[in-house]
């Protein structure tokens, strides 16, 4: 096909606008037909980047799905230890200084994400993708350490930042549906396991599994970083939307919330820990099992673990987007974590007075772990907007940040207070229905301390 000057001076056009669209840099028309094509890119782009899906929810989903995977780490934590000689207890320290890192990265970086959204986008791209590149370079060199540093720290701080990324956002652009507008985005954090989780396995060899993924995430968070933006008129202030930490942290109300968030995350991680060795023992009391080798009964029971495993990310997901979406429609916020809490309560006596696991109810079990696993997942999606209702939407940055930190202890807690309460149970023959008296007890902490904190938020609305 023959070029011609008006193709080039069309393209140039074009060009032009897609400059001022990334970079905001000036228009200059080449010629009346060019002064065309510009102002009907340029009113497309402008309709395009004042939508609240493009500018909000997308770049928040295809930001939070590549970062949601660090709960992948089952799939793979076997195949380290096994190909670097070391132990699975060792390996796991992997996955612990991941989330360490995450809640505190978030909890430094509220200021920088309120400021500045796009470079916070960019370096959680930047720190995510080359973690988790770096932790195939590492097993590939047979460097146990350089895996609890890339996919621990470097790959943590991306993900601490990256999971703050895109919440004030959408709570700017949804701001009459706040709750359904954070759930949406952090279900697709809650579901990515389910997402990821086949397609790692189809993709083992593990070093080239690393290398591959590294680059689809880059693509997919590069693509939000560049769609990411606050709504036309935001503008950053520094007089109101700074806030000091020292001053949050002196706030009784503030601890209150961190506790039942902290307790939460922690009973969620021992149960969610214990999963599969709790259903495995479930499933070996069934009477067609009992006459299989140990070898046949591992492959007869792993596609219904499998299936059990899916079904908690979908539980998940939608207690991440049910609990905050229903905190929209309830005059105190605090009111979906007590519902959180009391449900937990309920359904953790149920396995107390029908001793289901030693008697392998499966329903009840499963009854269990499902809802116990949609409240560990509503009680992060309805976290920043419970904040938002006692420090306003001005800090949630911060707020947010600091409040994750329980996320960061948390995560150091919550399997090694299920594997304590396992190995040091008496009768070992009984050693996971030990966990869940535990856990009732702490359920029954953080109902109390969210109760104190709606208690003082009236106390204040009154007044």
Known sequence: MKTTPKMFSELFAVHVVCIRFLDETPLVPTGRSSYASCERIRLYMARFTKNRWTSAIIPALLIHIPIGTVYCWSVFKQLIADQLHASPASVEWGFSLAIFFLGMSAAFAGPMVEKNIKKSALISMVCFVVGFAGTGVSIALGFLPGVFICYGAIMGVGLGIGYLTPVKNLMLWFADNKGLATGIAVAGFGLAKAIASP?????????????????????????????????????????????????????????????????????????????????????????????????????????????????????????????????????????????????????????????????????????????????????FST?????????????????????????????????????????????????????????????????????????????????
């Open 199 to 379: 397609v790692m396995e189809y993709l083992i060899g593990l070093v080239n599994m690393f290398y591959t993924l590294a680059v689809v995430y880059a693509i997919m968070m590069l693509v939000g970083f560049l769609l990411i933006r606050r709504p036309a008129g935001w503008v950053y202030d520094p007089a109101t939307s700074y806030v000091s930490r020292v001053s949050i942290l002196k706030k009784p109300v503030f601890w209150g919330i961190w506790l039942a968030f902290y307790i939460n995350i922690t009973c969620g991680l021992a149960l969610i820990s214990q999963e599969k060795d709790i259903l495995h023992d479930v499933l070996k009391a069934f009477p067609q099992y009992a006459p299989l080798s140990p070898s046949a009964f591992a492959a007869a029971i792993s596609g219904i673990i499998g299936l059990v495993l899916a079904v908690d990310s979908v539980f998940n997901a939608a207690g991440r987007v049910g609990f905050s979406t229903l905190s929209d429609h309830l005059k105190r916020r605090e009111t979906v974590y007590q519902v959180i809490f009391v449900i937990s309560i309920a359904v953790c006596l149920l396995q107390v007075c029908t001793n289901s696991i030693d008697r392998a109810l499966l329903w009840a079990v499963l009854m269990m772990l499902f809802l116990v696993n949609a409240g560990y997942g509503g009680g």
């Open 383 to 463: 976290l920043p907007v419970l904040l938002d209702q006692h420090f306003g939407t001005k800090t949630v940055s911060t707020t947010h940040g600091l409040t994750l930190s329980a996320w960061a202890f948390a995560g150091l807690s919550g399997n090694q207070l299920a594997s304590f309460v396992v190995t040091h149970t008496p009768d070992q023959a009984h050693r996971y229905a030990a966990l869940i008296p535990v856990l009732i007890v702490l359920f029954i902490i953080a109902l109390i301390s969210i109760s104190l904190v709606k208690a003082a938020g009236k106390r204040v609305a009154v007044a």
